[in-house]
């Protein structure tokens, strides 16, 4: 498994996650979530166990499951914690608590990740090892009621792990910065022939005749469809180029399909403007569009981190990105990307590109380096166990390996 990175991954990651195997080997790894299935945390998990599984280290990933009473409150909490407020009664907290209780899930090992604030309640049944809570949401400005409960679980744990410092919350145990990550070999960003790469825009009636701008986005306003089709727009007054949005349609969110009737609205009557529709796990078709940009676009007006970025950065594209959430990790203003504002702003480096391949190419070859030095799975996976050392050491301040 760890063959597959090498000479795409930094040796120095490889050589560090082999050295935290050489240490951890033999002992056992508890991932525990909510699903199997669907959603950020699942993809890093079911890429991320088997690079841990050939160092060596016993990993379990344990699911907790619930009826959807649990589920409706969670997703209150969720929300809540990032800053929609929500009502909360003492027998929703009950519930919560109980579901946690009484599930029958296996905890004993030697280190236990707790993923997200739906198990944080496990860590009452904790009997050994080290526990640590990886929150991969934004908690820096919650609901007060709501962190003041959730906290009662959270600072029972030996760390707490966030993603991007912005959205970490100060308690009284030791914290840790873990950014998300791609992974390089997985089909959604793996290398891919110009054959492939045609052979899919063939099948997604893309044309490749001219520039293509691309957004890769679930159909929701925080991630500014509209504003992607002005600034298309006011670039299209002086550059011939076509726009496709990419997303998957939103059965199951009235509020995803509503956001798509609307940029359908918005989008008719221009042919060169395409909507594609993609099936869930269309990573091969992403990837192929990705690939087959001139320009990438986040311009997200709120995000998480935005995963979206890095994956077009490592296929060496410029990427333009809103200002917001874990974007400017990412994108390093002018070097390995542009930071845009609104749409003008997002239009006047759109043209930029468009008339300067050789500063594109620039920013899409240093987007690529910066992504492999920061934003891949391995060095997130090294970062999980390092905290782990450092938690099983906690008196050291240096650490040997
Ligand atoms: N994605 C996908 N299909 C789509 C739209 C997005 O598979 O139709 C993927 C995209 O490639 C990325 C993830 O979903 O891996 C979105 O993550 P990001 O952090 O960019 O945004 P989020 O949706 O979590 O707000």
Same mark, same amino acid.
């Given at each position: 498994?760890?063959?597959?990175?090498?000479?795409?991954?930094?040796?120095?990651?490889?050589?560090?996650?082999?050295?935290?195997?050489?240490?951890?080997?033999?002992?056992?790894?508890?991932?525990?979530?909510?699903?199997?299935?669907?959603?950020?945390?699942?993809?890093?998990?079911?890429?991320?166990?088997?690079?841990?599984?050939?160092?060596?280290?016993?990993?379990?990933?344990?699911?907790?499951?619930?009826?959807?009473?649990?589920?409706?409150?969670?997703?209150?909490?969720?929300?809540?914690?990032?800053?929609?407020?929500?009502?909360?009664?003492?027998?929703?907290?009950? *519930?919560?608590?109980?579901?946690?209780?009484?599930?029958?899930?296996?905890?004993?090992?030697?280190?236990?990740?707790?993923?997200?604030?739906?198990?944080?309640?496990?860590?009452?049944?904790?009997?050994?090892?080290?526990?640590?809570? !990886?929150?991969?949401?934004?908690?820096?400005?919650?609901?007060?009621?709501?962190?003041?409960? @959730?906290?009662?679980?959270?600072?029972? *744990?030996?760390?707490?792990?966030?993603?991007?410092?912005?959205?970490?919350?100060?308690?009284?145990?030791?914290?840790?910065?873990?950014?998300?990550?791609?992974?390089?070999? =997985?089909?959604?960003? !793996?290398?891919?022939?110009?054959?492939?790469?045609?052979?899919?825009?063939? &099948? @997604?009636?893309?044309?490749?005749?001219?520039?293509?701008?691309?957004?890769?986005?679930?159909?929701?306003?925080?991630?500014?469809?509209?504003?992607?089709?002005?600034? *298309?727009?006011?670039? &299209? &007054?002086?550059?011939?180029?076509?726009?496709?949005?990419?997303?998957?349609?939103? #059965?199951?969110?009235?509020?995803?399909?509503?956001?798509?009737?609307?940029?359908?609205?918005?989008?008719?009557?221009?042919?060169?403007?395409?909507?594609?529709? $993609?099936?869930?796990? =269309?990573?091969?078709?992403?990837?192929?569009?990705?690939?087959?940009?001139?320009?990438?676009?986040? &311009?997200?007006?709120?995000?998480?981190?935005?995963?979206?970025?890095?994956?077009?950065?490592?296929?060496?594209?410029?990427?333009?990105?809103?200002?917001?959430?874990?974007?400017?990790?990412?994108?390093?203003?002018?070097?390995?990307?542009?930071?845009?504002?609104?749409?003008?702003?997002?239009?006047?480096?759109?043209?930029?590109? $468009?008339?300067?391949?050789?500063?594109?190419? !620039?920013?899409?070859?240093?987007?690529?380096?910066?992504?492999?030095?920061?934003?891949?799975?391995?060095?997130?996976?090294?970062?999980?166990?390092? #905290?782990?050392?450092?938690?099983?050491?906690?008196?050291?301040?240096?650490?040997?390996?």
């Amino acid at each position: 498994m760890m063959d597959e990175y090498k000479g795409i991954a930094p040796k120095g990651d490889l050589l560090l996650l082999r050295k935290l195997g050489g240490v951890f080997a033999g002992k056992s790894f508890l991932h525990v979530n909510s699903t199997r299935e669907g959603g950020g945390v699942a993809e890093i998990l079911h890429r991320a166990i088997p690079i841990m599984e050939s160092l060596g280290i016993k990993v379990r990933w344990e699911v907790l499951t619930g009826d959807a009473k649990f589920f409706d409150i969670t997703k209150k909490i969720h929300n809540a914690l990032q800053g929609h407020p929500e009502a909360f009664t003492p027998d929703m907290w009950a *519930y919560h608590e109980e579901i946690n209780r009484k599930s029958t899930l296996d905890l004993g090992a030697d280190c236990v990740y707790i993923h997200d604030p739906q198990p944080a309640p496990l860590v009452q049944r904790r009997e050994g090892g080290t526990w640590v809570w !990886r929150c991969h949401i934004d908690v820096s400005a919650p609901q007060k009621d709501v962190w003041q409960s @959730l906290k009662l679980f959270c600072e029972r *744990y030996d760390g707490a792990v966030f993603s991007i410092a912005k959205f970490a919350r100060s308690m009284p145990l030791p914290e840790f910065i873990i950014p998300p990550s791609i992974d390089p070999v =997985s089909d959604k960003n !793996r290398e891919l022939s110009g054959r492939e790469i045609r052979d899919s825009m063939d &099948k @997604l009636q893309v044309p490749l005749d001219r520039p293509m701008l691309l957004q890769v986005s679930r159909f929701d306003r925080f991630k500014d469809p509209i504003g992607v089709i002005n600034a *298309y727009r006011l670039v &299209k &007054k002086y550059n011939d180029c076509i726009l496709v949005l990419a997303g998957s349609p939103a #059965t199951d969110d009235p509020e995803g399909a509503a956001v798509l009737n609307e940029v359908k609205e918005y989008a008719s009557g221009d042919p060169d403007i395409t909507i594609l529709l $993609l099936p869930p796990f =269309s990573d091969r078709e992403i990837n192929a569009l990705q690939r087959a940009a001139t320009v990438v676009l986040q &311009k997200s007006l709120k995000e998480g981190f935005g995963l979206t970025v890095s994956e077009a950065m490592w296929k060496e594209k410029p990427v333009l990105g809103g200002a917001v959430g874990g974007i400017p990790l990412q994108i390093v203003h002018g070097l390995t990307g542009f930071l845009v504002h609104s749409s003008e702003g997002a239009a006047f480096r759109i043209r930029q590109l $468009l008339n300067n391949p050789a500063m594109a190419k !620039r920013l899409g070859e240093r987007g690529k380096e910066h992504v492999r030095a920061n934003f891949l799975i391995t060095r997130e996976v090294r970062d999980y166990l390092s #905290t782990w050392y450092s938690l099983v050491n906690p008196n050291k301040n240096i650490l040997e390996l």
